[in-house]
């Protein structure tokens, strides 16, 4: 049977993760998956700093990759391989995790393989929950948003995506708008529970238009613009008016996913089922709306678990021993990439 041990490492935003994965036959099981969020750091400048992001995670990464060992009860000298994001993302962040895996790959004498980000989200369904290709997968986070069908390990389609913001980005900066914390998307989450999601008119952009491209800036503006209307009008925001702004900003982002989900899964064939991946799939409302798409579409809905969903190195090591197993290998001369799509 086949058995291989790999390492993956992921630095390309704002989390430092380490994971140790092994393939036991069909099956890949995470023998540790630990990740240090760097969310204190940047919380007070209102965003991902990259330098300090850069910083954190050069040197975080070595203690990670201790941890990731020591949880998984692995020894470096059992690594077979090390997998490691060289993109897309923050360029300081993905040099610090290329430059720390050569350096395991080489001292070790073993494979390295470089994993693209979007890979290790978009394979993750097959990790967690053994799915079959094709599949159509959407990637919802704070930096992404797209639609993907899923041929393969290496067969990516993308079917359209945000043309502007990304959801998470959305919720963030709604929630800075109305003064809640962030990250925004658990906090505006939180609100719109005791909301009323019909009492303020807010646009669902790009709906209309045929294709699965979406745009989230707009929706964004236009909460602002409810606010200040507010503001101007009654001097400041309520609770209840923050509670229904949230929901109707809520209720919005999940009529143009669910309405564009609708849309990409038609006229794909036969798919095995439709997946989601990212921070915003987390998002107990949107998740309850694509369930019932793919319902509809008559296809079973996969969402991962959401330390699973976020960034981690699990899913970087998972894609990357996907790659291995089709004969990849990169060298000392693999670099980091800030954009690369799939
Ligand atoms: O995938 P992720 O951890 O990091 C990347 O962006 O790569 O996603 C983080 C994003 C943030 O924008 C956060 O506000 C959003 O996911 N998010 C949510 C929820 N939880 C996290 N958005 C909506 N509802 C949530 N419950
Ligand atoms: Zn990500």
Redesign the pocket.
Known sequence: PRSLTILGLESS?D?TGAAVLRREGDKAVILSNVVASQTDLHAAFGGVVPEIAARAHAEKLDIMVEQALAEAGVALCEIDAVAVTAGPGLIGGVLSGVMAAKGLAMGLGKPLVGVNHLAGHALTPVLTDGMRFPYLMLLV????CQFLRVDGPQDFRRLGGTIDD????A??KVARLLGLPQ????A??GAARAGDPARFDLPRPLMDRPGCDMSFSGLKTAVLRVRDDLVAAQGGLSEQDRADLCAGFQAAVADVLAGKSARALEGQGALTGFAVA???A???S?RARLDAVAAAAGLPFVAPPLAL???NAAMIAFAGLLLHEAGARDDLTLSARPRWPL
């Open positions: 935003c989390d986070s704070g930096g992404h990304a959801p998470g980005e919720f963030d990250p925004g998307g658990p505006v989450e990212g921070g915003v987390a998002n107990a949107l969903c976020t960034d």
